[in-house]
């Protein structure tokens, strides 16, 4: 054999060799892509929520927990291509805004972290106009998930129209409402494409729960509420904020089993920050041991499809999950226009009617203390970082 015909010949086999083994990666995509990508889904919810369980489906999508984008929607299109461009840029971009879109609420709930912590009765609330620029303005910076919180939110007449002011292709919505007025008001949200609501509730006994936030009656019409919401299609859970004390007292169970019995989707628990009202409650700092044991007493629920998912911000900003992100990758936009980094942390950033609100994030996102996320919890639970001055609890005092 010739020198030239066994040069051809060994192009001819590595020819044959590259084509088969091409074949055969597509055949194995083929076969084994779905499998594969079911797996990467399990493990990143698993990772994140501290269970991997659908919840819901809504409009096709399958949801696991309420406050991220249904995957595969346009909205967690979105959040994937921002987290591209977030490592392209080496930028901390937003994919989460907490809009409290009113200073007013019907109800004095004893754990608020609004009033006494944010509240400036007096200050010129965000007009219509002004609010809808800051939805676009947050967009286009990356946001992929909207939280319409308050005071209480359904207090603002024109809400549905901030809702239909937002881009659906790029964010998904959520409501955080005590649920007085929900059961009117729930058609023209899903019309105007609301996605999900969380009620808030403290207790499942109707008595307990309307002595702790001073308004009689709001149990039966928040109950309502969310029975009406999930008629019309909604992403639907409860929004239950648990102390030291009621936690040993069982409340976390009670209320699970109540959305389970209304066949609600998701119980989100907070362990109540000292912020707002209970800045003041030291025995909520640093602690950590009965939260700890909150999460690890869920694990039965998030196997029980009987159930709904439970999941917890202390897990979320854990060293397990994503950390503490506020102002690393979601911002709190008072409804002033003041931007702070959580609903927890007071601390002012910025005013967006005096300054672009890109640039309010980039002083908020650039500093030590949010470039990147914290490991170990909340800030504002942690006695070391409410030192700071970039962490408030209160407007009223300074930590």
């Known amino acids: 054999m010739s020198f030239f015909t066994a040069v051809k010949a060994t192009l001819l086999e590595n020819a044959m060799n590259s084509f088969l083994s091409r074949l055969r990666l597509k055949w194995f995509l083929a076969t084994r892509s779905l499998g594969n990508g079911v797996d990467f889904v399990d493990t990143l919810y698993r990772i994140y929520l501290n269970h991997?369980?659908?919840?819901?489906?809504?409009?096709?999508?399958?949801?696991?927990?309420?406050?991220?984008?249904?995957?595969?929607?346009?909205p967690a299109a979105n959040f994937v291509s921002r987290a591209l461009f977030r490592t392209i840029q080496n930028k901390n971009l937003p994919n989460l805004m907490s809009f409290a879109v009113t200073d007013e609420c019907n109800a004095r709930c004893e754990h608020c972290s609004f009033y006494e912590g944010v509240e400036e009765p007096g200050r010129h609330v965000l007009t219509l106009e002004e609010s809808v620029k800051v939805i676009a303005d947050a967009q286009q910076l990356g946001v992929s998930v909207i939280n319409f919180v308050g005071g209480e939110p359904l207090m603002r007449d024109d809400l549905p129209q901030l809702v239909e002011a937002v881009d659906k292709d790029l964010s998904t919505t959520l409501l955080f409402t005590n649920g007085w007025a929900l059961e009117e008001r729930a058609g023209e949200l899903r019309k105007a494409g609301m996605d999900s609501v969380?009620?808030?509730?403290?207790f499942a006994d109707p008595a307990r729960h309307d002595e702790f936030c001073h308004t009689p009656g709001l149990f039966d019409r928040a109950i309502r509420g969310i029975r009406k919401a999930k008629k019309l299609g909604f992403s639907t859970g409860f929004a239950a904020t648990i102390v030291p004390e009621t936690w040993q007292d069982g409340e976390l169970d009670r209320i699970v089993e109540l959305a389970r019995q209304l066949a609600l989707h998701e119980v989100f628990v907070f362990d109540a920050v000292p912020?707002?009202?209970?800045?003041?409650?030291?025995?909520?700092?640093?602690?950590?041991?009965?939260?700890?044991?909150?999460?690890?007493?869920?694990?039965?629920?998030?196997?029980?499809?009987?159930?709904?998912?439970?999941?917890?911000?202390?897990e979320m900003s854990s060293y397990r999950s994503v950390g503490c992100s506020c102002g690393t990758s979601f911002f709190y936009l008072?409804?002033?226009?003041?931007?702070?980094?959580?609903?927890?942390?007071?601390?002012?950033?910025?005013?967006?009617?005096?300054?672009?609100?890109?640039?309010?994030?980039?002083?908020?996102?650039?500093?030590?203390?949010?470039?990147?996320?914290?490991?170990?919890?909340?800030?504002v639970k942690d006695s070391g970082s409410r030192k700071l001055e970039t962490v408030s609890a209160g407007n009223f005092r300074n930590e």
């Open 198 to 202: 969380f009620v808030s509730l403290a």
């Open 52 to 74: 991997n369980k659908i919840i819901h489906f809504r409009e096709g999508y399958p949801v696991y927990p309420l406050m991220t984008p249904a995957l595969f929607s346009k």
């Open 275 to 314: 912020s707002g009202r209970y800045r003041d409650r030291a025995d909520l700092l640093d602690k950590s041991d009965w939260v700890e044991e909150m999460i690890q007493s869920a694990l039965r629920y998030n196997r029980d499809p009987k159930y709904p998912g439970v999941t917890f911000h202390s």
């Open 334 to 379: 008072s409804p002033y226009g003041d931007m702070m980094s959580c609903d927890f942390n007071h601390a002012k950033f910025g005013n967006v009617l005096q300054e672009p609100l890109w640039r309010v994030w980039e002083r908020l996102s650039t500093l030590p203390e949010f470039c990147q996320a914290k490991w170990g919890g909340c800030k």
